[in-house]
Each structure stands twice: as structure tokens, then as C-alpha cells.
């Protein structure tokens, strides 16, 4: 297993921002590409960012490109999302994910649910309007 822990909801205004923690506890093979995903109440998770451990690289949903940044601390062996510019449609328990694959494969980011091996608990984000 590869305990993952997130941290850093909250309720927050429109427009505010929040940034999300998460803390993994394992060898870097064994996570080498971090995601974050979000789910509401009757919908499917949905793909939020994911970023490669060793290289840095991150590819975003086009919902939040530009307002979200994915980032990792290998000393700390955390990875964050700053989320900025928030809206209540941003509302949502954000879940981070972890696999040893590869951040890109088979001519595709690795963005689906089922692409990732291990899961955090989630935190809960409110964004209030």
C-alpha cells in the first residue's frame, strides 16, 4: 500500500483560494505519477491534474487550467494543489491518487480513475457564492 493523506480543505469564498496537501509515506517507485481527482454526490470522479514525480511535468483539466497549479516536494514527499480563483462549481471532495506508471502512456495522459492504483480518503472543498 501507499498511504496517501490529504490535507488543506475548507469552505471558502468565491474567488479565494486553497491549497491541498497531500503526504505519501512510500518509495518514489511506487508513485511515480500523483493526481488529484474530485467527486460531488451522484456524479463520476472527475480529473482534476496530475504530475509526474520524477520530472515535474503536470497536464491539467481544461476546467481548471489556469487557476490550479499541481506541484511536488520530493523532500517532503508531498504533492499540493494550489487552487485560486475558486467557484462554487469547484465544490467537491478532492481525492489525490498515486500509481508507478507512467505520467503519459499509451499515447495518453494518465487521467482516468481506474488508471490509479492507490487513493487517499479525500478532503472536502466548499466553495460558498
Known amino acids: 500500500q501507499v498511504p496517501l493523506v490529504e490535507s488543506g480543505g475548507g469552505l471558502v469564498q468565491t474567488g479565494g483560494s486553497l491549497r491541498l496537501s497531500c503526504a505519501a509515506s512510500e518509495r518514489t517507485f511506487s508513485r511515480n505519477t500523483m493526481g488529484w481527482f474530485r467527486q460531488v454526490p451522484g456524479k463520476e470522479r472527475e480529473f482534476v491534474a496530475v504530475?509526474?514525480?520524477?520530472?515535474?511535468?503536470?497536464y491539467y483539466a481544461a476546467s481548471v487550467k489556469g487557476r490550479f497549479t499541481i506541484s511536488r516536494d520530493n523532500a517532503k514527499n508531498t504533492v499540493y494543489l494550489q487552487m485560486n480563483r475558486l467557484k462554487p462549481e469547484d465544490t467537491a471532495v478532492y481525492s489525490c491518487?498515486?500509481?508507478?506508471?507512467?505520467?503519459?502512456?499509451?499515447?495518453?495522459?494518465?487521467?482516468?480513475?481506474?488508471?490509479?492504483?492507490?487513493w487517499g480518503q479525500g478532503t472536502q472543498v466548499t466553495v460558498s457564492s
Open positions: 504530475v509526474s514525480w520524477s520530472t515535474g511535468f503536470a
Open positions: 491518487a498515486a500509481d508507478p506508471g507512467p505520467v503519459y502512456t499509451g499515447g495518453h495522459f494518465r487521467t482516468h480513475p481506474n488508471e490509479f492504483g492507490f
